[in-house]
C-alpha cells in the first residue's frame, strides 16, 4: 500500500533517498514525505500529491544529513492530506517514523495515550505507534520499539529514525514486506527491492515480528525478546534497468512489450524437447501427486482471473476437479479441506493480505499449499511449502498485465505436469502441449507488431463510459480480465459476462452507446455459439469489436470491428487473446489523458484487508 524507504549513510542521503522513493511510488502516491537527521535533530517534510510535485514545492534534495527515511502513502486511516503524511513525530520531534500497514487497536490505544497527555496531530493509526514508542522509551530505543509493537495489533512494516541515536536506524515488519539492503559503508531498509537495486543487490529479508537495528557498518536482526536471529543475505539478480522503463511511456506498456520474453523465461528449465519437469520446484513425489483429489485455487483481481482459466485447463487436462475461491472470502467460510486437497496460492506481489490469509487459513486445516508467486522472497512464497515463480521480473505498473501472461503460463506447466503424473496426459499429448508453448512467445510478438490497429480501435471509443465484454468457455475469464484492465486504467465502467448469460439481464443495456468486446476466437466448442451471441447482440443495434482468429472469414459478416491474433489450442487461446485487450485499455488510458501507471485509488500491492 504505501512505499518505504531508509538508509543510514557515510554521505547525503536526502536525492538518494528521493530516487529510491519514485521507484515505489506504485505502492501508494496521495502524499510523499521524508524525514533526515542533521546534527542531532530531525527535519520533516511532507506534503499531499505525487511525488515530483511535492519535491517541486518542498525540494526534498536541500535537506541535509546522512541518515534518512521517505514514504510514499497510499491511505487507508485518515484522509490524504499534509497533516496525516508520513513521517509521523513524538510531541518533542526526536522520533520520526514511517509506516505501512494497518493498526487494528489505535483506537484503544489512541484513547490510553491520550489518558497519559499525549496529544495527537493527525487522524492516522501510525501516530499511534511514535507515541506509543515514546511511552517505553527508557534510553533503549530497540527495547522501546518491540515493547510498543508487542502492543499492536494489526499489520506493519516501519522505520524509525531517533535523534538520541544518531548512529542507527531502526526497522520492523509484520504481515507488511520490509527488506534491508546492505551496502558499502551504508545500508538501507525498503518495501520492496525495486527502490535500493541502485545502491545494492544484497538484500536481508525480514520475518514477521523482527526488528533491525541498522547502522552504517551493519545490519542486526532480533525478535520482539531482544534475541539476536542470524539472517542470510541474498543476491538479487535483477538488473536496475529491468525495473526502470526502458525507454516506453509507461511500465504499462513497456511489460506489455515484455511478455514474449517473460514467457520464454517462464518455461525456460522447466520444458525439454518434450516433456515438462518441475519436480524440483514442487517436491511432491508421484505417490502424493496421484493422490490429489482436488485443487483449491485461491486469489484477488487480475490474479483470480488466472485462476478460473486455471481450472479449466487442470480439470480438462489432468482430470482433478478444481473450485476457485476470492481468497478474501475464502477464510471466512470455514472451507472444508481433505489431506487430499492441494491450495494454490496465486499472486504477483507474494504479499497480497487477502491472499496470505487464505493460505494460512488453508495450514491450519493441514492443506499442502503451492503458491504461484512473482516476487522472489515474498511473504506468500516463504509461507506455501512449494513455490512456482512465475519469473516476469518486476512488474511496476498498477495494471498487471505480463504477471497475468506469466500465471497462465506456469498453471499451464503445472497442469500439464500433474497430468502426465497422474496419467492423464499420455506421452505423445505431453509433446504436443509443449509445442504448443513454445509458440506462444512468436505469438504474442505478432500481436504486439499489429499495436497500431489496436490504437485505431481505442480512438473510436475512449469517449464511452461503459463497455461490455463477452466471452465463452476458457476466454469468459478473459472478458472478466478485459474488462478489469479497461477500468482500471480509463475508469470507463466496463463488465466481463459469459456470452450466453449476457440474454440473462445485460442485454437490456445494448445500444449504440454500448461497445460490446467478444472474444470470438476460432474453437471447436464454443465459436458457434459466439457467433449467435454476437448476432443478438447486433440484433439489437450494439457495436461489436471482436478478438478473432486470424483467417477467420466468418466471424467478420456479423461484427463491427475486427482485431486478430493467431491459432494456437484452445487451452492456450487466453494468453493470446488477453494481449489486444491489455493495449486497447492502455491506448483508451493514453486517449482520456489518465498516467495508466498509476491509477486513481488503486496500489499495487494491496497488503491490508
Ligand atoms: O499481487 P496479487 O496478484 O496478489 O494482486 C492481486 C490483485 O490486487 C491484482 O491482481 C489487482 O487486481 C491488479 N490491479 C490487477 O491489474
Request: charged letters at 25%.
Given at each position: 500500500?504505501?512505499?518505504?524507504?531508509?538508509?543510514?549513510?557515510?554521505?547525503?542521503?536526502?536525492?538518494?533517498?528521493?530516487?529510491?522513493?519514485?521507484?515505489?511510488?506504485?505502492?501508494?502516491?496521495?502524499?510523499?514525505?521524508?524525514?533526515?537527521?542533521h546534527e542531532g535533530s530531525l527535519e520533516i517534510r511532507k506534503d499531499i500529491g505525487k511525488i515530483a510535485d511535492v519535491d517541486s514545492k518542498v525540494d526534498f534534495t536541500s535537506m541535509e544529513g546522512t541518515s534518512g527515511l521517505a514514504h510514499s502513502r497510499w491511505s487507508t486511516h485518515g484522509a490524504a492530506t499534509k497533516i496525516n503524511a508520513h513521517p509521523h513525530s513524538n510531541m518533542e520531534k526526536s522520533i520520526s517514523l514511517v509506516h505501512n500497514g494497518i493498526i487494528e487497536n489505535h483506537h484503544e490505544l489512541r484513547e490510553m495515550l491520550v489518558k497519559k497527555g499525549y496529544q495527537f496531530s493527525s487522524q492516522t493509526d501510525t501516530e499511534v505507534i511514535v507515541h506509543l514508542i515514546d511511552s517505553y522509551y527508557r534510553g533503549d530505543l530497540r527495547e522501546a520499539v518491540s515493547l510498543a509493537l508487542k502492543k499492536i495489533d494489526g499489520s506493519y512494516s516501519i522505520g524509525l529514525l531517533c535523534s538520541q541515536h544518531p548512529d542507527i536506524l531502526i526497522a520492523a515488519r509484520k504481515d507488511s514486506p520490509l527488506i534491508i539492503g546492505i551496502g558499502k559503508k551504508e545500508n538501507f531498509?525498503?518495501?520492496?527491492?525495486?527502490?535500493?537495486?541502485?545502491?545494492?543487490?544484497?538484500?536481508?529479508?525480514?520475518?514477521?515480528?523482527?526488528?533491525?537495528?541498522?547502522?552504517?557498518?551493519?545490519?542486526?536482526?532480533?525478535?520482539?525478546?531482544?534475541?539476536?536471529?542470524?539472517?542470510?543475505?541474498?543476491?538479487?539478480?535483477?538488473?536496475?534497468?529491468?525495473?526502470?522503463k526502458r525507454g516506453y511511456d509507461h511500465f504499462m506498456l513497456k511489460e506489455i512489450y515484455e511478455q514474449p520474453d517473460v514467457i520464454s523465461e517462464t518455461v525456460e528449465g522447466r520444458i525439454g524437447d518434450e516433456s515438462i519437469d518441475l519436480s524440483s520446484e514442487m517436491k511432491m513425489s508421484a505417490a502424493d501427486i496421484k493422490g490429489i483429489k482436488r485443487i483449491i485455487i485461491v486469489a484477488c483481481g487480475t490474479s483470480w482471473h488466472a485462476g478460473l482459466i486455471g481450472e479449466f485447463m487442470i480439470e480438462e487436462l489432468a482430470k482433478i476437479p478444481v473450485e476457485v475461491e476470492y481468497a478474501s472470502e475464502f477464510r471466512y467460510r470455514d472451507p472444508i479441506l481433505e489431506r487430499e486437497t492441494l491450495v494454490v496460492a496465486i499472486s504477483q506481489s507474494g504479499e497480497t493480505a487477502d491472499t496470505l490469509a487464505a493460505i494460512r487459513e488453508a495450514k491450519k486445516k493441514k492443506a499442502k499449499i503451492l503458491s504461484i508467486v512473482n516476487v522472489v522472497g515474498s511473504s506468500i512464497a516463504r509461507e506455501s511449502d512449494m513455490v512456482l515463480y512465475t519469473?516476469?521480473?518486476?512488474?511496476?505498473?498498477?495494471?498487471?498485465?505480463?504477471?497475468?501472461?506469466?500465471?497462465?503460463?506456469?498453471?499451464?506447466?503445472?497442469?500439464?505436469?500433474?497430468?502426465?503424473?497422474?496419467?492423464?496426459?499420455?506421452?505423445?499429448?505431453?509433446?504436443?502441449?509443449?509445442?504448443?508453448?513454445?509458440?506462444?512467445?512468436?505469438?504474442?510478438?505478432?500481436?504486439?507488431?499489429?499495436?497500431?490497429h489496436v490504437e485505431l480501435h481505442a480512438k473510436k471509443f475512449f469517449t464511452k463510459e461503459n463497455a461490455l465484454y463477452l466471452g465463452r468457455g476458457i476466454n469468459y475469464p478473459i472478458a472478466l480480465e478485459g474488462a478489469l484492465k479497461l477500468k482500471e486504467v480509463s475508469y470507463i465502467h466496463a463488465e466481463g459476462y459469459p456470452a450466453a448469460e449476457m440474454k440473462h439481464g445485460p442485454i437490456a443495456l445494448i445500444d449504440k452507446n454500448m461497445p460490446v468486446v467478444v472474444v470470438a476466437t476460432q474453437d471447436n466448442r464454443t465459436y458457434k455459439k459466439v457467433l449467435s451471441n454476437i448476432q443478438e447482440v447486433k440484433a439489437r443495434g450494439g457495436v461489436v469489436i471482436a478478438i478473432e482468429t486470424k483467417g477467420d472469414t466468418e466471424t467478420k459478416k456479423y461484427v463491427d470491428h475486427n482485431i486478430y491474433v493467431p491459432k494456437n489450442s484452445y487451452i492456450l487461446s487466453p494468453l493470446l487473446a488477453s494481449i489486444p485487450l491489455q493495449l486497447f485499455a492502455y491506448y483508451i488510458a493514453l486517449l482520456r489523458k489518465h498516467d495508466p501507471d498509476m491509477p486513481k485509488n488503486l496500489a499495487k500491492s494491496v497488503t491490508v484487508e
Open positions: 500500500m504505501c512505499g518505504i524507504v531508509g538508509m543510514i549513510s557515510y554521505r547525503k542521503v536526502s536525492s538518494l533517498l528521493l530516487e529510491a522513493i519514485k521507484k515505489l511510488e506504485y505502492r501508494g502516491y496521495d502524499s510523499v514525505g521524508m524525514a533526515c537527521l531498509i525498503a518495501s520492496d527491492v525495486p527502490a535500493i537495486l541502485s545502491y545494492t543487490k544484497k538484500v536481508i529479508y525480514l520475518e514477521n515480528e523482527e526488528i533491525a537495528v541498522v547502522k552504517r557498518d551493519s545490519a542486526q536482526v532480533f525478535d520482539l525478546d531482544g534475541k539476536e536471529r542470524k539472517k542470510e543475505v541474498h543476491m538479487i539478480k535483477w538488473s536496475t534497468e529491468k525495473a526502470e519469473k516476469a521480473g518486476p512488474e511496476i505498473g498498477v495494471a498487471s498485465t505480463k504477471a497475468f501472461t506469466s500465471q497462465l503460463v506456469v498453471l499451464y506447466l503445472m497442469t500439464v505436469y500433474i497430468g502426465a503424473v497422474n496419467g492423464s496426459i499420455v506421452t505423445d499429448q505431453v509433446k504436443n502441449r509443449v509445442r504448443d508453448i513454445r509458440l506462444i512467445p512468436m505469438q504474442i510478438r505478432s500481436i504486439l507488431e499489429e499495436a497500431d
